[in-house]
């Protein structure tokens, strides 16, 4: 009953943060070129990112139509302009404002990684979270809270633009600023809370 109500307490304090500034984007809107699963972790329904000036951290989420823990090949790739980008390598699939020179990437098997770097990356249900420093992301011109972002599930079983299944939203945005302080202690509190019970349960089972 403790580790249910724990859990339970977690699910809010993440998804109070999580409505703050949250992009919506269009249920089974997967691109023409997309030739992976169809299961419904793949498919974009929102997305946010946030900066807190106050730890220096920006706040990764999405959320799916369906529950994205261990589905294989699940992946959602966070692309950032942190200042000079002028590419655009998804204008041939019709995605001209999505420009981007550093990535953050989440996946369905709880890993998560910026470049080299790992990151401990969350899932409750349909959302995937994950907090990320502000020095793994370097800025190339912007400053942190001017940076713009956009996010893409792709099937990493698949190559080359087949790969790619959704994005939300379809060009670049500016990241949100920290709302009141009590949402991101919602949202830390959430995260916590779930790294708690994580452990509690790793240590009640046998080894």
């Known amino acids: 009953m403790k580790k249910f109500l724990l859990k339970t307490l977690a699910v809010a304090g993440i998804a109070a943060a999580a409505n703050a500034h949250a992009v919506t984007d269009p249920a089974n809107d997967f691109l023409s070129v997309y030739t992976g699963s169809k299961d419904a972790a793949f498919d974009v329904l929102s997305a946010d990112v946030g900066y807190n000036a106050a730890t220096n951290e920006f706040v990764f989420r999405t959320t799916a139509a369906g529950p994205i823990a261990d589905v294989a090949g699940a992946a959602y790739v966070f692309g950032l302009d942190v200042g000079g980008s002028n590419n655009a390598p998804f204008a041939s699939v019709g995605l001209p404002g999505v420009t981007f020179n550093s990535t953050v990437t989440l996946r369905a098997n709880g890993t998560g990684s910026v470049g080299a770097n790992t990151v401990a990356t969350h899932i409750v249900g349909n959302q995937i979270f994950a907090t990320v420093a502000a020095s793994l992301l370097p800025s190339k011109g912007l400053l942190p809270q001017d940076y713009t972002w956009t996010v893409w599930s792709i099937d990493s079983r698949v190559s ?26 919602m949202l830390g509190a959430g995260l916590g809370l779930l790294g708690f019970v994580a452990r509690r349960r790793s240590r009640s089972q046998p080894q």
């Open 160 to 185: 080359g633009l087949g790969r790619l299944a959704d994005f939300a939203p379809d060009a670049n945005i500016k990241v949100s600023a920290v709302p009141e302080p009590g949402t991101y202690a």
